[in-house]
């Protein structure tokens, strides 16, 4: 007899995984050169880049 548990969070992530994986390789099968490129996977995966960079403000030293 086979016992199922609830579903917890990381099944979500493992599906997620699981899919992102299987989206790069049909791209990988598509691709005409031999890799794909960083540019390529991102865009496959659905990540945006964000090309600014925001800088923390350090505290002023506080010294005497």
Known sequence: MVTLSPRTVSDHVALAEIELCGELMIA???AIGERLSADRIDEVLDV????????????????G
């Open 28 to 30: 990988a099968s598509a």
């Open 48 to 63: 945006k880049v964000i090309t600014e960079r925001t800088t923390v403000p350090r505290q002023a030293d506080h010294r």
